[in-house]
């Protein structure tokens, strides 16, 4: 049976032409953006890194945007409905540490090297071998993410609006493509930005009616009848680990460090959005500026899936245990708009969505043919050509990628779950875990070696496919038993202990590189000021402070963890 | 490179979408509309808030020019 994230329930939205205009509109603007950011695009470095002039609050909404794909919406209000509270451990614990320390410890090592992508840091302090791992691996994984970005577009367009898939699929595939081939990563970025404040269109309205509908927070408080629903701690459902100690240190060990870093610090197509940033100063702040949406934004992501779980009759059932209501938990957003929203702001809801799931396809695409083009076009397969040429070559990747997406997406129809975070939590812990080990080690340990780069980065890679292949129940050789999300928890965990180990111990036995080669890039050998930003110009000012911003979300997320968990 | 202003860009969109709904909200809501939503008549208010972003976006591309701070200094890579 072909699996679909949306169960075959009646989703089908009431949308008139009021609602496609706004849709329309939307598109029209989309492109427009593509065909303007053109004008400004005359290199390589334009074309992949928006010539690194963008100003901090573009792409700090950037990163948090290219993050709020399809997955991030559909999962996450999935498991605000199928957990409850528990689900601000994705935005809190697991993420904000990690981007502050993005923008404070690594950007510096990031900017400050002029590397074009993070496979280009890795070939820099470890040479080939550990690079072109890096960047084959994070190239198959963008084109995988992307496609599975579109089969989800395509499976809520076929269930909100009645398309076939395959033409929800090509047609997606091909705004994407012509935005990004004409204006390259500004036009991906001014999207994202721009689809940052769709989604907050669409989901505030939803989340409001919702509350006005179940009588506000203390509708909440009295509906909830699992009292363990309303408390972040110790989270045992989604773990899946019934020892509330052990819970809370796979929380906070396995996705509050291990993975949460993994994701944020290493992952190219968040961390090029810094990297285009216009200054040192810009790119520091970028994840930080980022990490205070992200601090806020379960309030429209999760509450509407616990409201969904009160209000929603199939979704109450489907809660209560039964199993032929004909929805899934990814059906929340959907139903939540069936239900509550007329004619008009229905169609930014609809806008929002869509607005969604492409920019996530374009993060995965802009990021894809920026590590093809320099990481393995330039450094393995035709060097030193003229700009231009590479220019070209980056355009072609991008119409490439998007043909593999819609490959892929195909394929993910075919890999696809009632909970598809699952799959690409596991995905991600696969490359990304033993990636931050790596990176970490290589950034202030100067004595480890090129060869321990590439050993410990395969090491732990195969630890988390292994945990995954003994874990996930489908594939049949069940070895560890743990339902939720414990099972990617451990096995991001153990790929970055075998990382570090494996990598101290190859460190012993091979040859480190030099001390001359390894400025900017390690920490003891990279001189202060060449890690510091300038407080001039467009950089002046308090409240551009980097530390001062950092310090402020740590302590908002803090007392936000205070006050509802 | 020297890229168009997004503030702008934003103004125009939010301001488009702020107007439709408010039109729609005041016009064109049934009951049915308005016993979906609660009774809250929600194209209003959210066109309203839609308007209010938009004139911000504005208003600040207007107050903070894109380029004025480079174009009084030449600048130094050159």
């Known amino acids: 049976m072909s699996v679909s994230v949306l169960a075959e329930a009646d989703l089908r939205l009431d949308a008139g032409p009021l609602d496609y205009a706004l849709l329309v509109i939307y598109f029209v603007v989309v492109l427009g953006i593509g065909v303007m950011a053109r004008r400004s695009v005359s290199s390589s470095l334009d074309f992949l890194l928006s010539g690194r002039s963008l100003p901090a609050w573009v792409t700090g909404l950037a990163f948090i945007s290219a993050n709020l794909g399809a997955l991030e919406l559909m999962g996450m209000t999935a498991n605000g ?364 340990w100067k004595r480890m070696t090129p060869t321990a780069g590439w050993v410990g980065l395969l090491a732990g890679t195969f630890t988390a496919i292994f945990i995954y292949a003994v874990s996930e129940p489908s594939f049949g050789i069940e070895l560890l038993e743990l339902p939720g999300q414990g099972a990617s928890f451990l096995g991001a965990g153990l790929a970055f202990v075998v990382d570090i180990l494996v990598s101290v111990a190859v460190t012993a036995v091979t040859r480190p590189k030099p001390d001359s080669e390894l400025v900017g890039l390690v920490y003891s050998l990279t001189p202060k000021e060449d890690r510091a930003h300038a407080t001039t110009g467009e950089d002046a000012g308090w409240y551009r402070s980097p530390a001062l911003l950092g310090g402020g979300v740590i302590a908002l997320t803090a007392v936000l963890y205070f006050v509802f968990a | 490179m020297r890229l168009f202003d997004l503030r702008l860009i934003i103004a125009f969109l939010f301001g488009l979408y702020g107007v439709v709904l408010v039109v729609v909200g005041l016009g064109f809501t049934s009951e049915d509309d308005l016993r979906k939503a609660e009774g809250v008549n929600i194209n209003l208010w959210a066109g309203v808030a839609m308007a209010v972003l938009a004139v911000a976006f504005a208003a600040w591309a207007l107050v903070r020019p894109q380029f004025a701070d480079t174009d009084k200094q030449p600048l130094k890579e050159l």
Request: glycine content about 8%.
């Open chain 1, 81 to 444: 409905a199928q957990y409850g509270m528990a689900t601000v451990h994705y935005y809190w614990i697991g993420a904000i540490p990690a981007m502050v320390f993005l923008g404070l410890v690594m950007m510096p090592f990031y900017y400050g090297s002029k590397v074009r992508s993070v496979p280009e840091f890795m070939r820099r302090r470890f040479g080939k071998p550990a690079h072109l791992v890096n960047a084959v691996s994070f190239a198959v994984a963008q084109v995988l993410i992307a496609g599975i970005n579109l089969f989800a577009l395509a499976v809520i367009i076929d269930a909100l609006l009645g398309w076939p898939l395959p033409v929800s699929i090509c047609v997606a595939a091909l705004v994407v493509l012509a935005y990004t081939t004409l204006g390259g990563l500004s036009a991906a970025i001014y999207n994202e930005v721009l689809q940052f404040f769709v989604i907050v269109a669409a989901l505030a309205p939803l989340t409001i009616v919702g509350l006005i509908k179940v009588g506000g927070w203390q509708g909440i408080v009295e509906k909830v009848t699992d009292s363990e629903q309303l408390s972040a701690w110790p989270a045992t459902e989604l773990t899946g680990i019934n020892s509330p100690v052990w819970s809370v240190i796979g929380l906070v060990f396995g996705l509050g460090f291990v993975l949460s870093f993994g994701y944020w610090t290493t992952n190219f197509a968040e961390v090029q959005r810094a990297m285009s940033a216009k200054s040192m100063s810009a790119a520091k702040r970028t994840p930080i500026i980022g990490a205070y949406p992200k601090a806020l934004i379960p309030a429209i992501i999760i509450i509407p899936g616990i409201i969904a779980a009160l209000i929603v009759p199939e979704m109450t059932r489907l809660k209560a245990g039964d199993t032929d209501t004909g929805v899934a938990y990814n059906d929340v957003l959907p139903l939540l708009m069936r239900d509550l929203l007329p004619n008009g702001i229905l169609g930014i809801a609809i806008t929002g969505l869509l607005a969604s799931f492409m920019a996530g396809v374009a993060a995965n695409v802009s990021s894809f043919n920026t590590v093809f083009t320099y990481d393995l076009w330039q450094d393995y397969v035709k060097k030193d050509r003229p700009d231009e040429y590479y220019l070209r070559v980056g355009r072609w990747a991008t119409v490439g990628a998007c043909v593999l997406a819609i490959g892929t997406a195909f394929i993910a129809a075919a890999l696809g779950g009632s909970n598809i975070m699952d799959y690409i939590q596991a995905l991600f812990s696969f490359f990304n875990a033993p990636l931050f080990a790596t990176f970490i080690l290589g950034m202030f």
